[in-house]
Protein backbone atom coordinates (compact mmCIF):
# COMPACT_ATOMS: atom_id res chain seq x y z
CA UNK A 1 0.00 0.00 0.00
CA UNK A 2 1.05 2.92 -1.45
CA UNK A 3 0.93 5.89 1.40
CA UNK A 4 2.24 9.18 2.47
CA UNK A 5 1.78 10.35 6.20
CA UNK A 6 1.86 13.60 7.90
CA UNK A 7 1.31 15.30 11.03
CA UNK A 8 -2.28 15.93 11.31
CA UNK A 9 -1.66 18.99 13.32
CA UNK A 10 -3.19 21.65 14.11
CA UNK A 11 0.83 23.00 14.12
CA UNK A 12 1.01 26.29 16.11
CA UNK A 13 3.99 28.95 15.52
CA UNK A 14 4.21 32.63 16.43
CA UNK A 15 4.82 34.96 13.50
CA UNK A 16 7.86 35.25 12.77
CA UNK A 17 8.93 31.99 13.74
CA UNK A 18 10.39 29.04 11.49
CA UNK A 19 7.56 26.94 11.12
CA UNK A 20 8.70 22.54 10.00
CA UNK A 21 6.56 20.56 7.95
CA UNK A 22 7.35 16.98 7.57
CA UNK A 23 6.07 14.28 5.40
CA UNK A 24 7.43 10.40 4.93
CA UNK A 25 6.62 8.13 2.00
CA UNK A 26 6.26 4.49 1.51
CA UNK A 27 7.08 4.12 -2.16
CA UNK A 28 11.28 4.07 -2.40
CA UNK A 29 11.25 4.57 -6.42
CA UNK A 30 8.82 7.88 -6.48
CA UNK A 31 11.19 10.33 -7.90
CA UNK A 32 8.93 13.71 -7.25
CA UNK A 33 7.88 15.08 -4.84
CA UNK A 34 5.45 18.72 -3.95
CA UNK A 35 4.40 21.15 -1.56
CA UNK A 36 0.97 22.37 -2.20
CA UNK A 37 -0.85 24.94 0.01
CA UNK A 38 -4.90 24.72 0.62
CA UNK A 39 -6.57 27.36 2.62
CA UNK A 40 -10.13 26.60 3.67
CA UNK A 41 -12.37 25.82 0.86
CA UNK A 42 -10.00 26.39 -1.65
CA UNK A 43 -8.10 24.08 -4.15
CA UNK A 44 -4.65 23.20 -3.38
CA UNK A 45 -1.51 25.51 -4.54
CA UNK A 46 1.87 24.69 -5.78
CA UNK A 47 4.50 25.83 -3.64
CA UNK A 48 7.12 24.09 -4.57
CA UNK A 49 8.69 20.59 -6.00
CA UNK A 50 11.67 18.84 -5.45
CA UNK A 51 13.20 16.21 -7.08
CA UNK A 52 17.05 15.67 -5.54
CA UNK A 53 18.22 15.12 -2.14
CA UNK A 54 19.37 18.16 -0.50
CA UNK A 55 17.52 21.12 0.15
CA UNK A 56 15.59 23.37 -2.35
CA UNK A 57 14.93 26.82 -1.56
CA UNK A 58 12.71 29.32 -2.80
CA UNK A 59 11.69 32.49 -1.17
CA UNK A 60 10.87 31.94 2.53
CA UNK A 61 10.32 28.11 1.56
CA UNK A 62 12.61 25.51 1.88
CA UNK A 63 11.79 22.25 0.94
CA UNK A 64 14.53 18.82 2.22
CA UNK A 65 14.54 15.69 0.70
CA UNK A 66 16.22 12.51 1.99
CA UNK A 67 15.20 9.81 -0.26
CA UNK A 68 17.35 7.02 1.78
CA UNK A 69 15.11 7.78 4.52
CA UNK A 70 11.98 8.52 2.77
CA UNK A 71 11.64 11.80 4.17
CA UNK A 72 10.48 15.27 2.52
CA UNK A 73 10.11 18.28 4.97
CA UNK A 74 8.90 21.61 4.58
CA UNK A 75 10.97 25.02 6.52
CA UNK A 76 9.20 28.21 6.53
CA UNK A 77 10.68 31.03 7.47
CA UNK A 78 9.59 34.43 9.19
CA UNK A 79 6.24 32.81 9.37
CA UNK A 80 2.79 34.97 8.66
CA UNK A 81 -0.72 35.11 9.91
CA UNK A 82 -0.88 34.67 6.07
CA UNK A 83 0.73 30.94 5.77
CA UNK A 84 -2.03 29.78 8.26
CA UNK A 85 -3.49 27.01 5.89
CA UNK A 86 -3.63 23.26 5.09
CA UNK A 87 -0.31 22.16 4.25
CA UNK A 88 -0.14 19.18 1.71
CA UNK A 89 2.96 16.70 1.01
CA UNK A 90 2.40 14.91 -2.13
CA UNK A 91 4.71 11.76 -3.92
CA UNK A 92 3.65 10.79 -7.85
CA UNK A 93 3.16 7.22 -8.02
CA UNK A 94 5.06 5.71 -10.69
CA UNK A 95 4.12 1.78 -10.25
CA UNK A 96 2.75 -0.58 -12.59
CA UNK A 97 0.12 1.24 -15.28
CA UNK A 98 0.03 4.52 -12.74
CA UNK A 99 2.21 6.96 -14.08
CA UNK A 100 1.18 10.07 -12.83
CA UNK A 101 -1.01 9.89 -10.52
CA UNK A 102 -0.19 12.04 -7.29
CA UNK A 103 -0.38 10.12 -3.38
CA UNK A 104 -1.50 12.95 -1.13
CA UNK A 105 -1.19 12.86 2.67
CA UNK A 106 -3.73 14.29 4.80
CA UNK A 107 -2.07 17.37 5.79
CA UNK A 108 -0.78 19.43 8.27
CA UNK A 109 -2.77 22.03 9.65
CA UNK A 110 -0.23 25.45 10.09
CA UNK A 111 -1.66 28.31 12.10
CA UNK A 112 0.84 31.39 12.46
CA UNK A 113 -0.83 33.53 15.39
CA UNK A 114 0.32 37.20 15.10
CA UNK B 1 -1.94 32.47 -19.28
CA UNK B 2 -4.90 31.33 -17.95
CA UNK B 3 -4.87 28.04 -15.42
CA UNK B 4 -6.82 25.39 -15.09
CA UNK B 5 -11.02 26.36 -15.40
CA UNK B 6 -13.30 24.15 -13.96
CA UNK B 7 -17.08 24.39 -14.41
CA UNK B 8 -19.59 24.58 -13.23
CA UNK B 9 -18.22 25.52 -9.69
CA UNK B 10 -21.02 24.13 -7.69
CA UNK B 11 -23.35 21.97 -8.74
CA UNK B 12 -26.64 20.75 -6.17
CA UNK B 13 -28.88 17.54 -7.66
CA UNK B 14 -30.90 14.77 -6.83
CA UNK B 15 -30.31 11.33 -5.77
CA UNK B 16 -30.23 9.34 -9.15
CA UNK B 17 -29.52 11.95 -11.68
CA UNK B 18 -26.51 12.34 -13.51
CA UNK B 19 -24.19 14.96 -13.83
CA UNK B 20 -21.47 16.18 -16.18
CA UNK B 21 -18.19 17.90 -14.64
CA UNK B 22 -15.80 19.64 -16.86
CA UNK B 23 -12.37 20.95 -16.95
CA UNK B 24 -10.41 23.00 -19.19
CA UNK B 25 -6.36 22.00 -18.55
CA UNK B 26 -3.43 24.75 -19.46
CA UNK B 27 -2.84 25.13 -22.81
CA UNK B 28 0.10 22.89 -24.03
CA UNK B 29 -0.72 20.33 -21.06
CA UNK B 30 -0.95 17.01 -22.04
CA UNK B 31 -1.29 15.02 -19.08
CA UNK B 32 -5.01 15.91 -17.06
CA UNK B 33 -5.87 14.48 -13.72
CA UNK B 34 -9.19 14.51 -11.48
CA UNK B 35 -9.17 13.89 -8.56
CA UNK B 36 -11.76 14.29 -5.60
CA UNK B 37 -11.88 15.87 -1.98
CA UNK B 38 -14.56 14.97 0.78
CA UNK B 39 -15.21 16.75 3.58
CA UNK B 40 -12.53 16.68 6.24
CA UNK B 41 -11.00 14.29 3.55
CA UNK B 42 -7.47 13.78 1.61
CA UNK B 43 -7.71 14.12 -2.46
CA UNK B 44 -8.44 11.11 -3.84
CA UNK B 45 -6.94 10.14 -7.02
CA UNK B 46 -9.53 9.45 -9.67
CA UNK B 47 -8.21 9.14 -13.47
CA UNK B 48 -5.48 10.49 -15.65
CA UNK B 49 -5.06 11.09 -19.07
CA UNK B 50 -1.98 11.39 -21.57
CA UNK B 51 -3.44 13.05 -24.07
CA UNK B 52 -7.09 11.53 -24.92
CA UNK B 53 -5.93 8.17 -23.80
CA UNK B 54 -6.42 7.00 -19.94
CA UNK B 55 -4.08 4.53 -19.16
CA UNK B 56 -5.14 4.88 -15.07
CA UNK B 57 -8.44 4.78 -14.32
CA UNK B 58 -7.77 2.54 -10.83
CA UNK B 59 -9.10 5.41 -8.92
CA UNK B 60 -12.72 5.15 -10.29
CA UNK B 61 -14.62 4.00 -7.56
CA UNK B 62 -17.38 2.70 -9.15
CA UNK B 63 -18.86 2.20 -12.96
CA UNK B 64 -21.39 5.06 -12.45
CA UNK B 65 -17.88 7.14 -12.52
CA UNK B 66 -16.98 7.73 -16.36
CA UNK B 67 -14.27 10.48 -18.19
CA UNK B 68 -13.21 10.96 -21.68
CA UNK B 69 -11.35 13.90 -23.01
CA UNK B 70 -11.36 15.19 -26.74
CA UNK B 71 -9.00 16.60 -28.61
CA UNK B 72 -6.33 16.41 -26.32
CA UNK B 73 -7.87 19.27 -24.17
CA UNK B 74 -11.07 19.56 -22.42
CA UNK B 75 -12.27 16.71 -20.24
CA UNK B 76 -15.30 15.59 -19.27
CA UNK B 77 -16.36 13.43 -15.54
CA UNK B 78 -19.94 11.93 -16.06
CA UNK B 79 -20.93 10.68 -12.57
CA UNK B 80 -24.38 8.64 -13.34
CA UNK B 81 -27.36 7.73 -11.00
CA UNK B 82 -25.69 9.95 -8.51
CA UNK B 83 -25.79 8.82 -5.01
CA UNK B 84 -25.35 10.99 -1.40
CA UNK B 85 -22.03 9.69 -0.94
CA UNK B 86 -20.60 10.73 -4.25
CA UNK B 87 -20.86 14.33 -2.98
CA UNK B 88 -17.26 16.30 -2.73
CA UNK B 89 -15.27 18.69 -4.19
CA UNK B 90 -14.32 17.35 -7.88
CA UNK B 91 -10.64 18.81 -8.75
CA UNK B 92 -9.16 18.67 -11.87
CA UNK B 93 -5.34 18.99 -12.53
CA UNK B 94 -2.93 18.89 -15.27
CA UNK B 95 0.83 18.82 -16.35
CA UNK B 96 2.91 19.56 -18.94
CA UNK B 97 3.54 15.81 -19.18
CA UNK B 98 4.40 12.82 -16.61
CA UNK B 99 8.12 12.70 -16.96
CA UNK B 100 9.82 14.20 -13.91
CA UNK B 101 10.66 17.83 -13.73
CA UNK B 102 7.70 18.41 -15.88
CA UNK B 103 5.10 16.78 -14.11
CA UNK B 104 4.46 19.67 -11.45
CA UNK B 105 0.39 19.47 -11.58
CA UNK B 106 -1.86 23.05 -11.33
CA UNK B 107 -5.12 22.15 -9.54
CA UNK B 108 -8.17 23.84 -10.95
CA UNK B 109 -10.90 25.49 -8.33
CA UNK B 110 -12.48 22.65 -8.36
CA UNK B 111 -16.65 21.96 -8.58
CA UNK B 112 -18.43 21.09 -5.68
CA UNK B 113 -20.78 18.71 -6.05
CA UNK B 114 -24.14 18.24 -3.40
CA UNK B 115 -26.10 14.81 -3.97
CA UNK B 116 -29.65 15.72 -2.15
Known amino acids: QKEVEQNSGPLSVPEGAIASLNCTYS??????FFWYRQYSGKSPELIMS????GDKEDGRFTAQLNKASQYVSLLIRDSQPSDSATYLC??????????????FGKGTKLSVKP | GAGVSQSPSNKVTEKGKDVELRCDPI?????LYWYRQSLGQGLEFLIY????????KSGLPSDRFSAERTGGSVSTLTIQRTQQEDSAVYLC??????????????FGPGTRLTVL
Open chain 2, 93 to 106: ASSFSWVPSTDTQY
Open chain 1, 27 to 32: DRVSQS
Open chain 1, 50 to 53: IYSN
Open chain 1, 90 to 103: AVKSIRGGSQGNLI
Open chain 2, 27 to 31: SGHTA
Open chain 2, 49 to 56: FQGNSAPD
